[in-house]
């Protein structure tokens, strides 16, 4: 705790002789200007890479969503292919209880 009341008070005593060499400015309006217009328009392009990624990250979430229920409704509908695909599993399991029973 000492240790950190004695950089505090450092630090303080730093600011105090800097606040007293240094002198402010302001800077040159024709510096600010650009300065505005340039990180307005970093801000402009960030916004619209991320409105881009969103509608990526959506428009794929409504495709898998698509593909998820056609393929839902798909294997619910063919029955007939999943009846044959039960019965030949049936039949192979016949087959090999067969095979080890000889």
């Known amino acids: 705790m000492a240790k950190q009341n004695r950089l ?7 600011e105090g002789q800097l ?3 240094l002198q402010p400015i302001s800077p040159r309006t024709e510096f600010v ?3 505005r217009s340039r990180l307005d328009q970093a801000m402009i392009k960030k916004t ?10 959506v428009a794929g979430g409504i495709v898998g969503l698509a593909v998820m229920v056609i393929s839902i409704i798909r294997s619910l509908t ?4 999943i009846f044959q695909a039960i019965s030949n599993g049936f039949a192979r399991l016949r087959k090999r209880e067969q095979a080890v029973s000889v």
Do not use: F
């Open 8 to 14: 505090s008070k450092d630090l303080l005593k730093i």
């Open 19 to 21: 606040q007293e060499v």
């Open 33 to 35: 200007d650009d300065l």
């Open 48 to 57: 619209t890479t991320k409105r881009v990624k969103v509608g990526l990250l």
């Open 78 to 81: 063919d029955r007939d292919n």
